[in-house]
């Protein structure tokens, strides 16, 4: 059985100075698969991923203890807000029943502070450009069109451009996949290249965003390589399901997770961060010689060739 409770400090806000919504979660059970309730900030809140601190000890088949769940934040803007309460589920192993711990909402006054909107707000809000209107020129289609000889010439034409097609993709992806392999294969060789010159920005503390934003690309750039990922589907959740179907470790994808997070808050909330570049460096470097030493499933999509 399991007690929430949860704060937030510091107890006086102020716009622009980061705070933290922490959530404890007490008691005993497997305490090591309860997973972050997701939190829902105002907009004018500029937030973050979780961070999960554990502290339990073994009590029979059991653990006992607590895990911390702690949601940074930095309010945008001065004001009254409401951070929205939020159910906590669990199962509970006596009872062989979930249960529910509703955790209340919480009402905040905001100050007015020093300083200027955070990088990764802004960068989250940006303008999207306005959908361009007018004139879509549209006119009925003609009707009984199946009965003009046109139209069956143009489906003979098609349907046999579409045999062809199958044909060429089908060898296209035998080839593909050779590709993919030797992808893989030349990953680590391209982000210690890249790392290289991440190397060469740490020199000097004035380069700091562009040295977390190479490392950054490196990191992202590995992952895709390595895990046959386009560039499109790089995402935290799409890494983490990826890395566990090709076989890796638990304690390579937290390991992963934890590099990415931590250039990001460096680089988009620098006053979250430490500033230690070198430990980045060295860190997101012996990752990636880990998961060049782990020998992978068979590649994603091979069997369609």
């Given at each position: 059985m399991y007690e929430v409770t949860s704060h937030i400090e510091p107890s006086q806000l102020k716009t622009y100075q980061p705070s933290t919504y922490r959530l404890t979660v007490r008691g005993t059970g497997n305490l090591k698969y309860v997973t972050a309730p997701e939190i829902a900030f105002p907009d004018q809140f500029d937030s973050y991923d979780p961070q999960t601190n554990l502290d339990v000890s073994p009590n029979g088949n059991d653990v006992s203890g607590k895990v911390d769940f702690e949601y940074r934040f930095i309010p945008q803007f001065e004001g009254e807000f409401d951070i929205e309460g939020v159910d906590f589920v669990y199962f509970n192993t006596n009872t062989r029943q979930y249960e529910t711990i509703h955790i209340p909402s919480k009402h905040i006054t905001v100050a007015k502070g020093e300083g200027e909107p955070s990088s990764h707000y802004k960068l989250r809000n940006q303008d999207i450009a306005d959908i361009i209107e007018g004139d879509m020129g549209l006119t009925k289609a003609p009707t009984f069109l199946v009965a003009k000889p046109a139209f069956w010439a143009t489906f003979a034409t098609l349907l046999a451009a579409t045999v062809a097609a199958l044909i060429i993709n089908r060898k296209r992806i035998k080839r593909h996949s050779d590709v993919k392999r030797t992808r893989s294969r030349r990953a680590g060789k391209v982000a210690t290249r890249r790392l290289k010159k991440a190397r060469e920005l740490m020199r000097d503390e004035t380069n700091r965003d562009a040295f977390y934003s190479e490392v950054l690309s490196a990191f992202w750039g590995y992952l895709g390589d390595r895990l046959d990922i386009a560039p499109s589907e790089l995402s935290k959740d799409n890494i983490s399901a990826v890395m566990d179907e090709a076989g890796f470790e638990q304690g390579h994808i937290e390991a992963t997770l934890d590099v990415l997070d931590k250039c990001e808050m460096a680089q988009y909330a620098p006053e979250l961060a430490d500033h230690?570049?070198?430990?980045?460096?060295?860190?997101?470097?012996?990752?990636?010689?880990?998961?060049?030493?782990v020998k992978l499933k068979k590649q994603r999509h091979d069997t369609n060739a």
């Open positions: 230690d570049m070198g430990a980045a460096y060295d860190k997101a470097s012996a990752v990636m010689d880990d998961l060049e030493n």
